[in-house]
């Protein structure tokens, strides 16, 4: 995938599936990570990310910016970073998940999974 491929979707459709299931936990935030992550995460601890960006870029900023709001044995899951057509996904994981942080994985398929340090 590259920067844009989804610039087709309407977020007025994803949250009238989310009404129509009855789901009240579940909130969306539109905009890239960058612009709306600064506001949103500010005292808030998280036990799970799941990382859902398909290109280098989206992967490397969220996963960055969400280790300092991981509570310790937290897990961080990556949505596409085993799919052929998210080479940039791929890359971001293992230059700063594995190489950097030295994380190893604890479950690839569905979806690549780590844990954070204790």
């Not at 610039?7 to 905009?31: C, H, P, Q, W, Y």
């Not at 900023?61 to 996904?89: H, Q």
Request: include cysteine; hydrophobic fraction near 40%.
């Amino acid at each position: 995938h590259k920067a844009g491929d989804f610039n087709d979707s309407l977020l007025s459709g994803i949250e009238a599936a989310r009404d129509a299931l009855g789901l009240t936990n579940l909130v969306f935030v539109k905009g890239l990570f960058q612009d709306t992550a600064p506001t949103l995460l500010p005292g808030k601890r998280f036990a799970l990310a799941h990382i859902d960006a398909d290109i280098y870029s989206g992967v490397a900023y969220a996963y960055d910016v969400i280790r300092d709001y991981m509570v310790p044995k937290g897990y961080y899951v990556f949505d596409d970073a085993t799919e052929a057509s998210c080479i940039g996904a791929t890359a971001a994981v293992e230059e700063y998940v594995v190489r950097r942080d030295g994380r190893l994985s604890e479950q690839i398929y569905p979806h690549w999974v780590f844990r954070a340090n204790e």
